[in-house]
């Protein structure tokens, strides 16, 4: 009995070294690569859903801010569909890269979702987030919800499911051969890069994929869905918001993480047409340091204006624009407080 | 819930831990039956019904068969299991196909008939466990077997869950005197057993499910691609059916050595066959000696004139080409293969030609035998006849007006499965896997282990020979 468990665990061991092996060669998404060949000058990065990767203009933004006198400039490292877990994931391989100036990364606001944003699930982007910090999470949240009981322990296998996936690497083993045996990928003019090969690629109808497409049109066919929703928006009143303890916790320990690599965060709240709860309480309790909230209509109405929406949850480019150039001051404006505190 | 699948993977655990820590065989067999059904319901719960059908009417009629000396009486009992087997078979994978020919037939010689038609759906492994329990009672029938009178060894008989779906095609001889005197724990070859799982799972989930989307994509519209391509897609189809279904033979053989029960082989490197008839010693071989006793040899076999004996081989592999499925590319496969199987017959025979067997005339012979093979793969693979045409104008005389091409690298991947294949028959026959250290030897397995699921395919496409 003892020989049979000691030739299990040599099985466990020749399986784990090797899928470890393997691990260590998959190949990240090319975004990630593509941080490691411009790191070096890179001081600000955005990260988020669609709402970052397509109104965050960083050669804008670079320009406003006269980041060219410094030798530095920003990136955009948003992708569509991104959730917060997937946030705190990149943000943790972002700081392992150890990017030499980096200074801010502006993260999107967002709701701590335990849900599954879409049913594409074992995507390659959606397991490599799963890792076991980031399933852990989900799947405490997950026993401690209350949600119904079946959709709770679908989640939870689910999640669990990603994650083993993604331990045992399960088909990435092409990826592997290619990665080793291809080139290195060239991002000198890669189209998922943008025109400006900076990250950012603003929605156009000449771009956009055919659903967003669908969405730009369902959108001019009843514009004034734009104006309701923005009206139907509950008042902001800080003091009474409620922050879900998932949220904070992974919030509090993204922040930390962030300082201790000295590096801020500014989290930004999109002009969504929901309200994300919990955000203000937490500037308001110090819990994060820097929040630039646009999802108030009444003080910042143009975003909610219908020429400068491509469809009623994205900016179009001009209003992109807009959003970045504004962003930018608000930026300046922190960065002044940030230096006259002693910096972050 | 297929073998490649993780839960397939936790089933099997939970199925083989149990079975070997509960005390006594009846208790083990009970489990196994339960876990077998439970095997079967997971595809389908609704066709568990046929399962104990099936059981029920061959335990019966082989009583009845055995309990008479008298000829009529035990002739009813034998056509009592022939007609519930071959009816539940005919009524459920050839009651569209031969109503849709009927139809066909009535139309082309001027007749319209409306002739009732009926969705019906095919249980997984009909073909197979309807055959296993033909064989019981045909066997008892010939006085080549004694009945069980247990109803628990006739149930797990039929239903054992390694080879419910797809095979092998498991003989009462073989089985049921293994549910009299099972092995235990202590006497089973692991190290064999493991890796014969291990090999299994790499040819189905690596090799064959890596291969079929560039098959699929050629067998879908052959019009668009050049004569080359067929000489990469064809060929590919080859190693795919193969790796598919020895892969899964491969795991069901060693889950049952696992749990102490022994099949038998299946496969024995048919592409290094020397010739057709050698193939068909090689390829699906339960399927093959079941054809050659109870349909070839009760037909005449060997006996009788030339034109019997080729009538005889005609018509088995006609029907043996049918039992594929419900379809006339699958009989007309087997129309060729018989064809061919009567021709070297009538070679050796009639003309008593025989060549040098030195190692060009062998080597020129297992080419064209494997060419030959992948040309009735055309027919077996291909939806209808215009694209098996299309292609196999292709695959013999280059003739195609397509663009699309497929890459030449395809060829050395093939080379070197078919190095692959040759040293693995080489390491059957060797068992050379004994002598590795045990430690050595799961340490081993773990790297393989972990290697196969970065290969695998991240979906789990279903076993080729389960439409069968």
Known sequence: MLRAFLHLLLFLA????????????????????????????????????????????????????????????????????????????????????????????????????????????FGKRRLEWHDTESTWRLVRSLFQSELPRNEKWSLIRRHVEHWWRRSINLARGLDV???????????????????????????????VTKRSRGMRQRFLQNPQALLAAAQALPKLKAEEQSVDEDLHSLVVGMEAQAAAAGVGIIWWLHPNLERYQGWRKMKADGDIHHLVAYDDPALYPAFYQVRWRFDLYHLNRKGAEMMTKIFAADFLAIEQVAAGVGGQ | MIFTEFRFLAFFAMVFSLHWLLRGASLRKAWLLLSSYAFYAAWDW?????????????????????????????????????????????????????LDSTARLLHSIGFEANLPTLQIILPVGISFFTFQTMSYSLDIYYRRLQPTRSLLDMGLFVGFFPQLVAGPIVRAADFLPQLRAPQGLTSIAFKP????????????????????????????????????????????????????????????????AMLGYRLCLNFNAPYLASDIRDFWRRWHISLSTWLRDYLYIPLGGNRGGAFAVQRNLALT?????????????????????????????????????????????????????????CLCWILFRATDFSTAWEILRAFTVFHSDGEQSL??????????????????????????????????????????AALSFAFMRVDHPPFIYFQF
């Open chain 2, 46 to 98: 609704r066709f568990l019904g046929l399962i104990w059908l099936s059981t029920i009417v061959d335990y019966v009629a082989g009583l009845g068969i055995a309990a008479t000396e008298a000829p009529k009486s035990r002739k009813r009992w034998l056509q009592l299991s022939l007609a519930a087997n071959l009816g539940i078979l005919g009524f459920f994978k050839y009651y569209g196909f031969f």
């Open chain 1, 14 to 121: 020749g399986f784990l070294l090797t899928a470890t092996w393997i691990h260590s060669l998959v190949p990240e998404r090319q975004k990630l690569e593509w941080l490691d060949t411009v790191k070096h000058d890179t001081d600000v990065i955005f990260l988020g859903s669609s709402h970052v990767y397509r109104q965050f203009d960083p050669q804008l933004f670079d320009l406003q801010r006269g980041a060219a006198a410094n030798g530095v400039r920003s990136i955009n490292m948003g992708a569509l569909g991104m959730g917060l877990n997937e946030e705190a994931f990149l943000l943790n391989r972002i700081l392992k890269q150890r990017s030499p100036k980096l200074r801010w990364i502006v993260i999107e606001a967002l709701p701590f979702d335990l849900q599954f944003q879409n049913e594409n699930d």
């Open chain 2, 193 to 256: 057993a493991l890796l014969l799982f291990l090999s299994g799972f790499i040819k189905k989930a690596v090799i064959s499910d890596n291969i079929a989307p560039m098959v699929e994509a050629y067998f879908e519209d052959p019009s668009l691609w050049t004569s080359s391509a067929a000489w990469i897609a064809v060929p590919g189809y080859a190693v795919q059916i193969y790796c598919d279904f020895s892969g899964y033979s491969d795991m069901a053989i060693a889950c049952a």
């Open chain 2, 317 to 373: 592999m006609l029907l043996g080409g049918l039992w594929h499925g419900a379809s006339w590319n699958f009989v007309i496969w087997g129309g060729l293969h018989g064809l061919a199987l009567a021709l070297q017959r009538s070679w050796e025979r009639g003309f008593g030609v025989r060549l040098p067997d030195n190692l060009l005339r062998r080597l020129i012979s297992s080419a064209f035998t494997l060419w030959f093979v």
């Open chain 2, 407 to 448: 890459s030449t690298s395809w060829w050395i991947y093939f080379v070197l499965l078919y190095v692959a294949h040759r040293l693995a028959s080489h390491l059957q026959q060797g068992k050379a896997i004994e002598k590795v250290p045990t430690p050595v030897f799961a340490f081993g397995l773990g790297v393989l």
């Open chain 1, 177 to 207: 051969v290619e990665a080793v045996s291809a080139e290195p990928p060239s991002f000198d003019s890669n189209p998922g890069l943008g025109m400006n090969q900076d990250g950012y690629v603003p929605l156009q109808m000449a771009t």
